[in-house]
């Protein structure tokens, strides 16, 4: 059954993700939280764009590292030397990031929960997968490294990089995703607020109570 859900939570990753990500946009668009015009989410909506800008460094980072490398080595290097899966945790930062952004902050009872489910399946497969692939290599690494965790004490990193181009570039535009998303909150704001008589350009069906 565990093995099942780790193989169907790899497979689908990008699916689910999509589906979890349409459904978050349908929220944000059409509704708004009650308090959303207060200086506290203000403050939430600053530190939201923080934590993107921060996301979308940080995959860049770790992108950087295992372009061309995964599933050819055990990457152990950079941000793979401080925890595991960095991509995932940095993909974390920017759910989050997106959230406060938002302002619409009861999608954390909505996404979060999915995010965590989802991932710790996906996460369970590809270190199963990798163990097979690297044996004890793989499991030294384990050892070492935590899962989520991070250890900065453990980072080392080589003085030279081989670095494919392409790889680099596709995965830097995959990893900048979350700067068009402060573009698209800007614009949705915007949006909002825009038009005659207090209606928003887009309707606001539902007022959220946070």
Not at 8 to 27: D, Q, T
Not at 95 to 124: D, E, H, Q, T, W
Not at 148 to 169: A, C, G, R, S
Not at 180 to 207: C, F, R
């Amino acid at each position: 059954m565990v093995q099942n859900m780790n193989y169907f939570a790899e497979r689908y990753r990008l699916k689910i993700s999509w589906v979890v990500g349409i459904a978050s946009l349908f929220i944000v668009f059409f509704t708004k939280s009650r308090y959303q015009e207060g200086g506290l989410y203000d403050l939430f909506k600053v530190l939201g764009y923080s934590l993107i800008i921060i996301a979308t460094l940080g995959r860049i980072w770790a992108s950087i590292y295992i372009c061309g490398r995964k599933d050819e080595e055990v990457c152990q290097d950079g941000p793979y030397s401080i925890i595991r899966n960095p991509l995932y945790v940095f993909s974390f930062i920017g759910a989050v990031g997106v959230i406060l952004g938002s302002k619409i902050l009861i999608l954390f009872l909505i996404v979060m929960p999915l995010f965590i489910f989802n991932y710790y399946f996906v996460i369970c497969s590809e270190e199963r997968r990798l163990l097979q692939m690297f044996g004890d290599k793989f499991a030294a690494y384990c050892a070492k490294v935590e899962r989520i965790t991070p250890n900065f004490n453990n980072y080392w990193t080589q003085e030279k990089l081989q670095i494919e181009p392409k790889v680099i570039v596709r995965s830097m535009l995959h990893a900048s995703f979350f700067m068009w998303i402060i573009v698209a909150l800007e614009i949705l704001e915007y949006l909002k607020g825009a038009g005659v008589n207090d209606q928003g350009l887009i309707p606001t069906l539902w007022v959220l109570p946070f």
